[in-house]
């Protein structure tokens, strides 16, 4: 009786080595709690700060909470995580097809010179020219004012990160028949190639953190009618410039033990920090150009005290 030979498994790949070590240290799918709360948090301030800037407040003024601003920046870090977790996906899957079609055509060439693969230095190529056409556009992205003022947010950063990617890459596919590299440079190189890519992406979420952070104004403001009113009365006039359009007055009649001598109607609360109530005008002016540009209206800022009370009117509907 003859015992069959087991085939022998093949050894992973350097970056499968890795790729094994760093989710063993840190689980898949997961970020270290330190690194998952400083995300959190910049993109809680970038996108905040962008957010409450198109009311007129500036975010140090405002002094919101911690728990709040991560809350914000969970907002706006799940669709960039997904996008990227996503594509991490789709490229680890595409590497391990192609590394093992680069090591059967590396086998083979060595058992015979005269074997090419066509397919995969075109492709290489390819990779490399759009690489650098990407290159290009982001570093015209950065160098030129205008053309970054009219791009979508973090295409110039995107199309940094990516063309360096891609055009490593596709160098990488050239140059499969090498089998003797300089390490040192080669590692050096790919270092440089995953730092600018990081940098990239990182301000490309700064640009997306912005961009979300216009929008939830936006979104907020097309929504006003909706919310609850807030109905004001204070012991003091609060003389309301013309901001504050739509926002009425009227005068509370007199009774004894009566504190309170004004009512204001048409407000609407934007948020509570410090003791402090922010206040805008239930009818925020918009334009073609808003939120880019200011189009006249004004954030009153209330102290929570026992000199205001408030009252809110539910949504009554259409």
Known sequence: MTEEREEE???????????????????????????????????????????????????DILDLPTQAVLLYGSEALWFPLAALFLVALLALWGHVEISRLVRRRRRASIDDPAVRSPTLT????????????????????????????????????????A???????????????????QRLLERAAAVAVVSLAVASLFWASAGYAIAYGRSRAADFVAGLDRRPEVVLDTTEPLDLGP??????????????????AYRYHHLRLLTESGGR????????????????????????????????????LPYAGP
């Open 277 to 312: 109530l922010f206040l805008i005008p239930a009818e925020w002016p918009t334009g073609s150009r808003w939120p880019l540009v200011w189009r006249g209206g004004g954030t009153l800022v209330v102290p929570y005290d026992e000199h205001v009370r408030l009252s809110f």
């Open 122 to 161: 075109v492709t290489g190529w390819a990779l490399l020219v759009v690489g650098v056409l990407l290159v290009g556009r982001g570093v015209a992205g950065t160098l030129a004012p205008d053309v970054a003022a009219r791009e979508a947010p973090g295409t110039s950063a995107l199309c940094l990160g």
């Open 9 to 59: 498994a093949p050894q992973p790949s350097p970056l499968e080595r890795r790729f094994a070590a760093f989710a063993q240290a840190v689980g898949i799918g997961a970020l270290p709690p330190s690194i998952a709360v400083g995300l959190l948090f910049y993109f809680g301030y970038v996108s905040s700060r962008r957010r409450f800037a198109l009311f007129g407040l500036d975010l």
């Open 163 to 181: 063309g360096t990617l891609l055009g490593a890459y596709g160098r990488w596919l050239v140059t499969w028949r090498r089998v003797h590299r």
């Open 243 to 260: 901001e504050f359009a739509g926002a009425t007055e009227s005068r509370l009649p007199k009774a004894k033990g009566r504190r309170f």
